[in-house]
């Protein structure tokens, strides 16, 4: 595979994700305990023989850069290939070239592709859950001596229009491309993913910017349709993207059931990511962990149940945390429940706290579209008082302090926010 070059897209803002994306970039957001999302797709370009890859981040990309570092858990901290990171520039007249879109943010790398030795370039998103040998795609694409390889995959009806829904002929020669339709005419989406003969990549996009066209789904493949020999290559895998909270929380919840559908465990299939030294996780003499993922580091002295645990996360005697999410270096106090909720990175919940109680559903007022599922989401370094009670699809902003409550009930729906601004 050293004639493909691997560029994945890493800028999305990720408001979808809520309070999640605030510090972060969505590809650097954790995920079944151990990983960050971007580990997927990276590890699926290692396990391929994909040597050469770029990375292209744009909002909050601290995270991500420290975590990819040179690349060396996926071994891509190579002289000749390995992971370069694409990040926004300041042109010669002092203007900062932020990425509009996604194709607008390869074409503006296109001299970074052209020094590239490579024949094909495959584009990918940072922000999907799946494993995929992209050498499969990639020897269809030779065989249909294709222009432009798309990857689809059957999607439930009801989640639809949330994608790029694309027609195929007996062929499998695309014949339509829908982004995010209202009335969905078929199932099979968009992956996000796409293989370029190299030269046609650059020719489409010096024409896509010359006529102002930014983005590969909505734009620039439906713009292709008929002017390129352009093929759909099915994936029958596991696949999510969990760009919003509730298919997030879901594709956590997938793994810890009894014979989950994504297999983290396939010796074919490994997912690599940065790892920290940590002791083996402890647990109590009173503890009951049952149908969950726990990670290095972690010591429970309570209940964990269908949950997925970040390193280092400590659950005291008496606390029970059910379906739910929990990130790194967080504290659940004596007594605390924690249920249906995702709780960021170095939060402490205080003894006696209740978490996404009641069975109130109201939609969150700030965020009615990201968080009207049941969940509910605590920021990053929040600190909640003992005796809280929190209920359904709240949000608790990142750095939130004790002293920032004015009452033990936050009803369902509604939102804290820090009184004063949290130093990023």
């Given at each position: ?15 979808r994700l809520?309070v999640l ?15 960050r ?31 990819i570092g ?12 390995g ?16 990425y ?5 943010a ?6 970074f ?7 094909e370039?495959l ?25 432009i390889t798309?990857?689809?995959?059957e999607?439930?009806?009801?989640d639809?229009?949330?994608?790029g829904?694309v ?5 499998n020669?695309v014949?339509?491309?829908?982004e995010k ?11 996000g ?22 983005d ?16 759909g290559?099915?994936y ?18 997938d793994?810890?059931?009894?014979l ?6 396939d ?9 920290v030294?940590?002791?083996?996780v402890?647990v ?8 969950s993922?726990v990670?290095?580091g ?12 970040s ?7 008496g606390?029970h945390?059910?379906?739910s ?44 579209d ?7 989401v605590?920021?990053k370094?929040a ?16 750095g939130?302090?004790e002293t ?15 009184k ?5």
């Amino acid at each position: 595979m050293n004639k493909v070059l691997a560029v994945i897209l890493a800028g999305g803002e990720g408001k979808r994700l809520s309070v999640l994306a605030h510090e972060r970039a969505k590809p650097a957001v954790p995920f079944a305990g151990k990983y960050r999302i971007i580990d997927f797709t990276l590890s699926n370009c290692v396990n391929s023989g994909i040597n050469s890859v770029a990375v292209i981040p744009q909002y909050n990309p601290r995270s991500l850069a420290l975590h990819i570092g040179v690349g060396k858990p996926w071994d891509l901290d190579r002289v000749v290939g390995g992971v370069t990171m694409l990040y926004p520039f300041v042109g010669t007249n002092g203007e900062m070239h932020w990425y509009r879109d996604t194709a607008d943010a390869v074409y503006q790398n296109l001299g970074f592709i052209r020094s590239r030795r490579a024949d094909e370039v495959l584009i990918l998103s940072g922000d999907h859950i799946y494993t995929m040998h992209y050498e499969e795609m990639l020897k269809l694409h030779r065989q249909q001596k294709a222009d432009i390889t798309v990857g689809v995959t059957e999607v439930p009806w009801n989640d639809a229009n949330r994608f790029g829904i694309v027609a195929l002929d007996n062929g499998n020669l695309v014949t339509a491309f829908d982004e995010k339709p209202s009335q969905p005419k078929g199932n099979l989406a968009s992956m996000g993913i796409y293989v370029f003969n190299k030269d046609v990549l650059l020719q489409i996009l010096e024409d896509a910017h010359r006529r102002g066209l930014r983005d590969f789904g909505s734009q620039i493949i439906p713009d292709a349709i008929g002017r390129y020999r352009i093929y759909g290559y099915k994936y029958q895998g596991y696949w999510r993207d969990v760009g919003t909270i509730e298919a997030y929380w879901q594709a956590n919840m997938d793994l810890v059931v009894a014979l989950p559908e994504f297999n983290l465990y396939d010796p074919e299939t490994p997912v690599k990511t940065l790892s920290v030294e940590m002791p083996p996780v402890k647990v109590g003499p009173r503890a009951q962990i049952t149908r969950s993922l726990v990670s290095n580091g972690c010591i429970v002295d309570g209940k964990v149940s269908n949950s997925v645990l970040s390193p280092h996360v400590y659950v005291e005697e008496g606390a029970h945390v059910m379906d739910s999410v929990v990130f790194h270096d967080t504290v659940i106090a004596q007594g605390a429940v924690v249920q249906r909720s995702i709780i960021d990175k170095e939060c402490c919940i205080g003894s006696g706290c209740w978490i996404g109680c009641g069975e109130d559903y109201t939609p969150n007022k700030d965020e009615p579209d990201n968080l009207d599922s049941g969940i509910t989401v605590v920021g990053k370094g929040a600190s909640l008082p003992p005796g809280l009670r929190v209920g359904r699809n709240c949000k608790v902003d990142p750095g939130v302090k004790e002293t920032d409550f004015s009452t033990l009930s936050i009803p369902s729906g509604t939102s804290v926010a820090a009184k004063e601004p949290v130093r990023p």
